[in-house]
T-cell receptor, first 114, second 116 residues
Framework: DQQVKQNSPSLSVQEGRISILNCDYT??????FLWYKKYPAEGPTFLIS?????DKNEDGRFTVFLNKSAKHLSLHIVPSQPGDSAVYFC?????????????FGAGTQVVVTP | DGGITQSPKYLFRKEGQNVTLSCEQN?????MYWYRQDPGQGLRLIYY???????QKGDIAEGYSVSREKKESFPLTVTSAQKNPTAFYLC???????????????FGPGTRLLVL
């Protein structure tokens, strides 16, 4: 039962343009969401997180938006750079109702082209 | 330099053999985790530990075992009972697995396990 879904396995974007990655979840108890970036044969690197009490969190070129009613979050990368080419994982946990085990989506492969 | 280390980077297992993957952290984190990643899939939780001398099964614990004798170390043994062990194994840690805190997990570089 996949509780966190990333329905786009891949995304190609031009350098300098905006990358928008989407993530949907089914468990209404999730209250903390994270995005990780992963290069091949390396561990994921934490990018940005958002608590369910917020609808937006920004950190430099990265912004995460949360729409609780739609059970949807998105990651915006502006502007996209060649080093952003990687797999991006969305993750969610239910912090306030128990210990926060992370549930991961399947990932979206981003390719930034010149 | 604080971080999480995993060794070895590559590991080969023969049929019927148990192998142990190492994970060490010097971040003073209380909680540690083991995940498995298969091609085209997200990370799946194998085992986790919130405190020394205690650990819990994750979603896919069958065929694996762990120990947590020290705060810094959380080794994973892939036993011969794990019929499909070929995967990329990731260890992570977080400051504290407490209720009500926004927990960010930080990952090590991973170990790729291959079956001969």
């Amino acid at each position: 039962d996949q509780q966190v879904k990333q329905n786009s396995p891949s995304l190609s974007v031009q350098e300098g343009r905006i990358s928008i990655l989407n993530c949907d979840y089914t468990n209404s108890m999730f209250d903390y969401f994270l995005w990780y970036k992963k290069y091949p044969a390396e561990g994921p690197t934490f990018l940005i997180s958002i608590s369910s009490i917020k609808d937006k969190n920004e950190d430099g070129r990265f912004t995460v938006f949360l729409n609780k009613s739609a059970k949807h979050l998105s990651l915006h990368i502006v502007p996209s750079q060649p080093g952003d080419s990687a797999v991006y994982f969305c993750a969610a946990s239910a912090q306030l109702r128990g210990w926060g085990k992370l549930q991961f989506g399947a990932g979206t492969q981003v390719v930034v082209t010149p | 330099d604080g971080g999480i280390t995993q060794s070895p980077k590559y590991l080969f297992r023969k049929e019927g053999q148990n192998v142990t993957l190492s994970c060490e952290q010097n971040l003073n984190h209380d909680a540690m985790y083991w995940y498995r990643q298969d091609p085209g899939q997200g990370l799946r939780l194998i085992y986790y530990s919130q405190i020394v001398n205690d650990f819990q099964k994750g979603d896919i614990a069958e065929g694996y075992s762990v120990s947590r004798e020290k705060k810094e170390s959380f080794p994973l043994t892939v036993t011969s009972a794990q019929k499909n062990p070929t995967a990329f194994y990731l260890c992570a840690s977080s400051l504290r697995g407490d209720r009500g805190r926004g927990e960010t997990q930080y990952f090590g570089p991973g170990t790729r396990l291959l079956v001969l």
